[in-house]
């Protein structure tokens, strides 16, 4: 697949989840997203990022249901004397702050690709040729990403057996301390590397060239259309205070969140 | 022919007081030209200086000129050198920016805008060069170190370079993927190439090598391609065969792994108070991991690991990720204070020959010198299990030397030590017992 195609979908799916105030269309869109990166990365490889977006979303649910309390159906109440916590925790919160949780779970699935499906040279050679460097040094610094993370386990450790004992947050300059400096060393013989092997000479090249197969415009295709769809159908918008009620759904709105499900043929397709 | 031409080239780092080289004067000629020289010598700045990342990329004060295949270093970019002199560094993992080999090998020949139907059949070339043809489409990651080298020698060949210079390639490598890359440098000199290579394992290059250059203290002499004399050093005596004192750690049916991949499997071993062992196999064989459930830092899946209460002295296979105090003395110090012993830290920094390096801020230091400052740094005082992740990586004659010294005192001391390691005369200077770790079995 192209990053290209993936890049359109995915900013479509961004355009819907972010600007509609509407739940359904939210759940589709984030629906969608989980059933084409099921398709073309496997279930298998999601299961981190499932992890992360289920932890993420409920801390948004949570939050607006601990902090807003405003809507007509009670279903608890804490004392007002507990600062920032006291008051009234309501259907209405709950159901609102699910919606956020589901925009921003939504959000991570639809950005997913980017890293589970594509290489970092794959982002790379889909930019424009005036972004090509910019594009090297991200992907040089991806790279980077892992060891940072063995470093951590690696530091971590070692300080542990030289005595350090997590104490607070101060405590933890000892670890995240070494692994910032050892971060920063390993960018700077990353750069030197760079260097020594030409990179800023001038515009730059690629080895491989970037195709647009048939699928690839069918997705950027669909997913231009679900934008207009979308703008042009007007969706109802969903406010669910001060009493909850179920979201408007209306046919081009949706017709457009369904086109959001391409990939799930494209992708497999494509293997 | 002489392709690089050195005349009273002295030179220094941002802020420092001392020249970092001084007064070089150097003829490189076609062929192979070897480096050696003690940790901190001044090596890598030498090296350095062939392609222009000293002064261009470092900053810093020069003074005298340097020419290369015509080029006058000191005016023209290093991105521009680089058509000129490829270069390999030290780190195999802290030089690769995409993650398939090819594209890899490509980057320096997209960064010259070379058309794309050329770009193909020089990296098919460098592969080959490299003797790493084999690996052309996997992914970086997927490597041994040694692959990993080969890949970035094949990423310098690219640019078909004049000269290649290669600084200490094999540090961070075993024995087996060492000995892959200097074949591959020895094959790029055959085919007429010229390589000036820094490295501590001179016997095989200097058979084939046509010059010797020795940098200490920022100096350079150059010589015929003989074995320099060792420096001048007590004999190292053998530790007499210890009585096994009490058992410090045991395992008793060990499995261990990440996730659904299992390292070690049933593993039953032991070691005692003054007692060396040594950890040998192959890389990925499970010895890192075997140090790590006997230090506690790991939890085995089955099984049971104990030891005796007592410090541990680790030392993890990235060292020098550990230093960050503003000095050297500083990070004994702590240590020293953490384990409430009294001894002062100047008695390992001795005991290593960094007394010198004290004050000095740890990451200041070259690759050798840090690799000894984190030994200074989990060592001092009296451990009672000391377990070392290839503690000689990188190390010149004289710092090994140094080390061995000090783990037979430590032994004597009544420390139970384990080292895990591909260095033969460390294991045959101090091991009372080896212990192949492969496949996940210990035998």
């Known amino acids: ?271 | 022919m002489a392709i690089a031409r050195i005349t009273h080239l002295s030179y220094w780092y941002p802020n420092a007081q001392d020249a970092a080289l001084q007064d070089v004067i150097l003829q490189i000629e076609d062929g192979l030209t070897v480096i050696a020289g003690p940790s901190g010598g001044g090596k890598s700045t030498l090296l350095r200086v062939l392609n222009g990342l000293v002064p261009h990329f470092h900053g810093g004060r020069i003074a005298g000129s340097i020419e290369v295949n015509g080029m006058d270093v000191i005016k023209t970019p290093t991105r521009r050198l680089a058509r000129t002199v490829g270069f390999v560094f030290q780190d195999p993992e802290l030089q690769t920016v995409y993650d398939v080999v090819d594209r890899e090998v490509a980057f320096g020949l997209e960064n010259i805008a070379m058309p794309r139907t050329e770009m193909a059949a020089r990296v098919e070339e460098a592969l080959h060069s490299a003797g790493v043809s084999h690996l052309a489409g996997r992914r970086v990651r997927t490597l041994s170190g040694g692959e990993r080298q080969r890949v970035a020698l094949a990423s310098a060949l690219a640019m078909r370079p004049r000269l290649v210079v290669l600084d200490e390639p094999t540090s961070q490598l075993d024995p087996e993927g060492a000995a892959m890359l200097l074949d591959a440098t020895l094959r790029l000199v055959q085919q007429g190439r010229a390589a000036v290579i820094a490295e501590h394992r001179l016997e095989r290059l200097l058979a084939a090598a046509n010059a010797l250059v020795t940098v200490d203290k920022g100096s350079v002499i150059t010589g015929p391609p003989t074995p320099p004399t060792p420096p001048t050093t007590h004999p190292i005596a053998r530790p007499a065969p210890s009585q096994p004192g009490r058992l410090a750690w045991s395992m008793a049916g060990v499995t261990a792994g990440f996730g659904d991949h299992t390292v070690l499997d049933a593993i039953d071993a032991a070691g005692h108070q003054g007692e060396v062992v040594a950890l040998c196999g192959p890389n990925g064989g499970g010895k890192t991991t075997l140090l790590r459930l006997i230090a506690g830092a790991l939890s085995p899946t089955n099984g049971t690991v104990e030891r005796r209460p007592g410090r541990i002295a680790y030392l993890p296979q990235n060292p020098t990720a550990l230093l960050h105090r503003p000095t050297l003395r500083a990070e004994v110090a702590m240590t020293l204070e953490r384990a409430g012993e009294p001894d002062e830290p100047d008695v390992i920094l001795t005991q290593l020959g960094l007394a010198h390096l004290a004050g000095r801020y740890p990451r200041d230091l070259s690759t050798g010198e840090r690799q000894r400052a984190a030994l200074a740094a989990v060592l001092p005082g009296k451990p009672a299990l000391v377990l070392l992740d290839e503690p000689t990586r990188g190390m010149d004659d004289a710092a090994r030397d140094a080390l061995t010294r000090l783990i037979a005192h430590l032994k004597e001391s009544g420390s139970a030590i384990v080292l895990a390691t591909h260095d033969q005369d460390l294991r045959n200077a101090l091991a009372d017992r080896v212990l192949r770790v492969s496949s996940g079995k210990v035998t």
């Open chain 1, 1 to 271: 697949m192209n990053a290209r195609s993936v890049a359109a979908w995915s900013a479509a799916c961004l355009f819907i989840v972010l600007f509609t105030t509407n739940p359904a269309y939210k759940v589709l869109v984030l629906a969608a997203a989980i059933a084409s990166l099921a398709a073309g990365a496997g279930l298998n490889r999601m299961r981190g990022l499932f992890s992360a977006v289920v932890l993420i979303a409920a801390f948004a649910t949570a939050l607006n249901f601990a902090s807003a309390h405003l809507g007509r159906t009670t279903l608890f109440t804490l004392p007002q004397q507990i600062p920032a916590l006291g008051g009234p925790y309501t259907l209405e919160a709950l159901a609102a702050g699910l919606s956020g949780g589901i925009t921003v779970g939504a959000a991570i699935v639809a950005a997913a690709p980017f890293s589970l499906m594509l290489a970092s040279h794959d982002v790379m050679d889909a930019l424009p040729a005036a972004l090509s460097r910019t594009g090297a040094a991200i992907a040089a610094s991806l790279n980077l990403v892992p060891s940072v993370a063995a470093s951590f386990v690696q530091v971590s450790e070692a300080q542990r057996l030289r005595g350090w004992k997590p104490r607070g947050p101060r405590s933890w300059a000892e670890v995240v301390v070494p692994v910032v400096l050892t971060s920063v060393e390993g960018s700077i013989q990353l750069a030197e590397s760079m260097e020594a092997r030409g990179f800023g000479s001038g515009p730059r090249t690629s080895l491989k060239a970037t195709h647009m197969h048939r699928t690839d415009w069918i997705l950027v295709a669909t997913s231009a259309a679900a934008v207009i769809a979308f703008i042009a159908g007007k969706a109802a918008d969903w406010y669910p205070y001060p009493t909850l009620h179920p979201p408007d759904i209306d046919t081009v709105p949706l017709a457009a969140c369904l086109l959001l499900f391409t990939p799930v043929m494209t992708w497999r397709s494509r293997g």
